[in-house]
């Protein structure tokens, strides 16, 4: 009985290695699913998680939205942020007058992303009260050195501007 | 005055040569168009339209690379290996009938002549792995001998029940004793002995499911670690002149050789051999490779005992 049942076995084997070379046959005349990436990209990019960028103020597109509060620093599980406010400009001869402490601005001085360290939980983005980080879609990043993945992100959207003016017209 | 005959074999030798290296490098790249179709990828596409030119920059690549030869290693063993492992694969080819007229020896007991020069094959692997000092090697080594010992038995039975039916080990008597339809071919009325001999070529070719000398996941490269260059590249040539042999064998055992409806030649030698060939690739990329108490299984537990039966059934259909 136990032989029946062991050939029975090695007959249900046989007919499933043939099923898998049906398979793989099938697949084999089938269209490749895959691109040629330089040549060509994916079409969800929307969905990339980039190392992350600040959100210009609409209509503004020099200042970012971000007002120095410091929560994203703090949820940071990699502690890779650091966010420096400015400091309040000196006062003008008027504002001197009148006894007015002029205001700091509330966009940061720097916004200091150490990328070697993130990793792309999305806590930052998650935590803004001001909804000012975002994920770039910045498929292809590369460096030669570990200091080329430490950003300033505000100069970074600085120097992004050209092009968003470019994109606007 | 030179013998006709060694002339014949010498040119026939070179033509070999060329043959086995040209293949090798179509092979080379069948081989990861095939693996790449089949994972619905394009496989090589870069150097050359549809990367036609991959083989060239592999095989320029490896002939570049330096040989090293590992510390405490035996030079010798080390580099006698892979020569030897290539060699006797072209001595296998001479008696194989490519065509009607297309033989560089024929001989009487040609599939015998490929059988022991066959069998040097597992030599080679045995001396590299143990010539390397290398534990992956040697585990290597081992596998392929005991796979190889184990799988030649099942392999000559399936053999011995075609010389049954034919009455010969000419291979060219062989081919002529199977008709020009194709179920007149041995296949047809040796199914079993013709699936029999196809596992055990698998398993003597070290191909997929059966590459445990070579296993990746567990012997980093088993007994070719440690080549490097040319070395290597032997290695790799022997791999697919094997699977021609293996292939070829297989056709004029069974496939009825350059036989075929509407002009019989050497393209349909060709075009049979190459199918088989096909489907060794596919296989490769379809299944899973197994263990090695499987591999052993599958042969005394399985192939010994059928290939016995088998014979038993082709002496009754010779008798009938
Ligand atoms: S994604 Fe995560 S790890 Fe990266 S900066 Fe934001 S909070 Fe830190
Ligand atoms: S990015 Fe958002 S959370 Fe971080 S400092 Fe600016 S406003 Fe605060």
Redesign the interface.
Known sequence: MYRLEEIKRAAQGMWSLIAGLNITGKYFLQPNVTIHYPRQEVDNLATFRGHIELIPEDGDPLTPRCISCGTCAKACPSGCITVTKQKAPAPTPEEVEQGIKPKAPKDPETFRLDFTLCSLCGQCVMSCPADAIKFSQNINIAGYSRQDFYFDLVARLRSRLPKHINKAE | MIDPQLLRILIALVGILGFVALNALALVYAERK?A???????GP?EVGPHGILQPLADALKLMGKQLTTPRDADPVIFWLAPILCFMPVALCILPIPFGPNLIALDLNLGMVLILAFAGLGVLSICLAGWGSNNKWGLLGAARAVAQNVAYEIPLLLAVLSVAFMTGSLNLATITEGQGTWPWQWNVLLNPLGFIIYFICALAETNRAPFDLPEAESELTAGFHTEYSGMGFGLFFMAEYANMIVACSVATVLFLGGWNGPFAPGWWWFLLKMYALIFLII??R???PRVRFDQLLNLCWR?LVPLALLNLVYVTIIVKL
């Not at chain 2, 790449?36 to 394009?42: D, E």
């Open positions: 095939i790449g179709h089949v994972q619905r990828r394009p596409y596919q296989i990329w379809t299944y399985w």
